[in-house]
């Protein structure tokens, strides 16, 4: 238990540490943020506990302080999970994670071929992709009842944290950029591509690279009218915390 205290991220808090932490303000505003965008989306209708026809499971918080490779702040980031491992097990979540080894064969041909990069957060990434089924959860800490005590959220959407969520996403994602002309690899499930681009997924993150840059504009406009909320992050020099530096020689 000791190994476990002092081996702990300091950046990453639940909720009752982010109530003590000197920046409570920013972590609640960080809550305010993470509740009023699952609601944007309308993943959830409130509803009576009566109603709730499967287990109501509860939910966290999980708070972050998201870094820049140099080690600046960049962004307090709160996320509201479900509590997936209190679910009844779902038969089918398998979602896959793209390789490293792929990773890095996308950095070297876009170094050789001369190519554009970016990577790009796709913002509540889960929760994008739709339920088929629902699932009862508890008010999340700090959520204000519209109907008093005695009522439960029926989710809609997949909430991270549930167990199928990410089966769902992966779904989603990469049927809209096949959508939009993109060929899955054989080799690996997370590589898409055409004659003149290569998308990596990464769960939430993705790198674009492409012959020029209006290839890159078109594909992130292309998902933005598909109802994908996502940030251009830059290029693919920094990408999940890793920097890279390019070198003429």
């Known amino acids: 238990a000791y190994a476990a205290r002092v081996n702990k991220d300091p950046d990453t808090l639940s909720y009752d540490e982010a109530m003590r932490d000197v ?9 305010r943020v993470e509740i009023a965008a699952l609601e944007a989306m309308e993943c959830w209708d409130e509803v009576p506990m009566s109603s709730a026809k499967g287990k109501i499971v509860p939910g966290t918080f999980v708070f972050r302080r998201k870094r820049t490779p140099d ?18 097990k779902e038969e089918d979540t398998f979602a896959p994670v793209v390789g490293w080894s792929t990773t ?3 950095l070297v041909l876009s170094i050789m071929w001369g190519w554009v990069t970016c990577t790009i957060d796709f913002s509540n990434a889960f929760v994008h992709a739709v339920l088929k089924k629902p699932i009862w959860i508890h008010l999340p800490r700090g959520f204000i009842s519209k109907y008093g005590p005695k009522t439960c959220l029926r989710l809609k959407r997949s909430v991270y944290g549930t167990q199928i969520a990410p089966c769902l996403w992966y779904e989603c994602c990469s049927s809209a950029l096949m959508e939009l002309g993109l060929k899955k690899s054989a080799y690996d499930p997370c590589l898409f591509y055409k004659h003149n681009m290569m998308v990596v997924l990464y769960v939430d993150d993705a790198i ?4 020029h840059e209006r290839l ?6 292309q998902l933005q009218e598909k109802g ?14 890793i920097r890279f530096d390019k070198h003429a020689d």
């Open 23 to 31: 920046d409570r303000e920013k972590w609640l505003e960080a809550a």
């Open 216 to 221: 890159v504009d078109s594909l992130v406009k």
């Open 228 to 241: 994908f909320t996502l940030t251009r992050e830059g290029t693919f020099a920094e990408y999940l915390g």
């Open 71 to 88: 080690g600046e702040i960049k962004k307090y980031k709160g996320r509201f999970c479900v509590r997936g491992d209190l679910q009844d």
């Open 104 to 106: 890095r064969l996308v």
């Open 208 to 211: 674009i690279c492409a012959k």
